[in-house]
């Protein structure tokens, strides 16, 4: 069965410096990655996706991930951090035959 | 349009007692995914239905059970409540069953048990 892991249960960063938060996954083929934002209280917002093709994927709210197959990770990346995206980050794989699953999530805050 | 839209958004009830949440999918979406989320712990996948069929199940108990309805709509029961149903219930829905779709998420209800 496929999983999703997220090393990083909870970063801090400082307004303004750059991010990375880890996801890895374990599954037989390529699956369909994403990425979910939830602020609190709140449901998921799609951040990203990945289904083939170019590593580098562009998501909104300034976000990148990049697909690497010989390390099965999908790492989520910005550049520059606003005090708004405090929140909780989920990687999750999909894949045709098999439900979806959700890594555990990592919790990022941002000092001002 | 209106996003997916899920009711109640809180509910109090205890245990033994039964539970009906509702979802209603975006316009247009055919498929609709109903996730559990623990606090302080990633969504796990319930079910998912498509047409009015269940494609999918997660490894829950019997007494979770759901249905679509002929307008895409969705209801989520959950029988003989226990503590351990504490929990924060997503709805999702997508154009499609596949799974490279992107699903699109409710607030959520969030369901207390005493």
């Known amino acids: 069965a496929q999983s999703v892991t997220q090393p990083d249960i909870h970063i801090t960063v400082s307004e303004g410096a750059s991010l990375e938060l880890r996801c890895n996954y374990s599954?037989?083929?390529?699956?369909?990655l994403f990425w979910y934002v939830q602020s609190p209280g709140q449901g998921l917002q799609l951040l990203l996706k990945y289904f083939s093709g170019d590593t580098l994927v562009q998501g909104i709210k300034g976000f990148e991930a990049e697909f690497k197959r010989s390390q099965s990770s999908f790492n989520l990346r910005k550049p520059s951090v606003h005090w708004s995206d405090a929140a909780e980050y989920f990687c999750a794989v999909g894949a045709d035959g098999q439900n979806f699953v959700f890594g555990p999530g990592t919790r990022l805050s941002v000092l001002p | 349009d209106a996003g997916v839209t899920q009711s109640p958004t809180h509910l109090i009830k205890t245990r033994g007692q039964h539970v009906t949440l509702r979802c209603s999918p975006i316009s247009g979406h055919k498929s609709v995914s109903w996730y559990q989320q623990v606090l302080g712990q990633g969504p796990q996948f319930i079910f998912q239905?498509?047409?009015?069929?269940?494609?999918g199940r997660g490894n829950f108990p019997d007494r979770f059970s759901a249905r679509q309805f002929p307008n895409y709509s969705s209801e989520l029961n959950v029988n003989a409540l226990l503590l351990g149903d504490s929990a924060l219930y997503l709805c999702?829905?997508?154009?499609?069953?596949?799974?490279?779709?992107?699903?699109?998420f409710g607030d959520g209800t969030r369901l207390s048990i005493l």
């Open positions: 999702a829905s997508s154009l499609e069953v596949w799974a490279g779709q992107p699903q699109h």
């Open positions: 599954y037989g083929a390529t699956p369909y």
């Open positions: 239905y498509y047409e009015k069929e269940e494609r």
